[in-house]
């Protein structure tokens, strides 16, 4: 991986907290990140190349008139105002490389100063075992902090461990295998092959980004939330609100427009096309 500074910028020692996506169902973390770059006034500071992750490019995310600039795969954003990097991924990872990619990004992460990595994600709501939706949408966590993935703060912000995690199940210790370089010839498991029940948490995005920066000795949280595929903006506000809470960012830090604690960004206004034309009903 080949990280690009744009020309006149660098890397600040002060932005030591990394916030980045996972790809998942509903495409969550991706705008929870839009709507953190946005809202934090965060500006481009370079793009990461990486063999691993499929080529697109498109217009400014973020700007009503367009200077001409462009959104790349892996784009990087600093906040220095709230002592964020932020990375937005735009494209997907080549098939059965998302192990090989989440060590590059780790190693990028480890060599770039950042002490802190929280990874937004979501997931498949038709996989949740007990819904209970009397305090609103519930947001779930996996910490390095402990063995078992638990973390007193986010305990202490009504959070809800992943129940899923194991580090003892096959799924979970092959994965932390891979991201150590320490796959035994005696291990006859992969993620190719029929996964069981209890195989499938490991085998998303999220679990490797959070396998992959453990293993290189970086404090990493993943933040998560069950969602359904639709309009998922929602989900996207309360991911980022989520992030912000979990990092006690100041919220002069996160302005929105005409009061709002957001500012939605340019690319959504065309997500779902035009209003209807209400002359037809």
Known sequence: MEFVL??????????SNLILPALSIGNVGQLAVDLLVSSTGAETVGYLDDQFVLPCVGNDAYRPSPRGDLALPLQAYESSSSGLTLIQQRSPVVKGMMVEYAKNL?????????????????????????????????????????????????????WKRLQEYNPAQRGWKYLSSLAEGDVGEDNNFTFEDDLEEEDYYPSLPFAALFSCFKARGLKVTCLLCYCSEGDNRADAFNLADAACKFLRLNPDNVRGDEGEKWIVPFSWMTVYGPPPDTSMF
């Open 6 to 15: 744009e020309e006149g910028k660098h890397l600040s020692e002060s932005c």
């Open 106 to 158: 780790a190693d990028f992460a480890a060599a770039s100063g950042n002490k802190h990595v929280v990874v937004l994600s979501a997931l498949d709501f038709g996989r949740l075992q007990r819904i209970d939706m009397s305090s609103g949408p519930q947001i779930y966590y996996l910490s390095s902090t402990s063995v078992d993935g638990t973390d007193d703060y986010c305990e202490q912000l009504g």
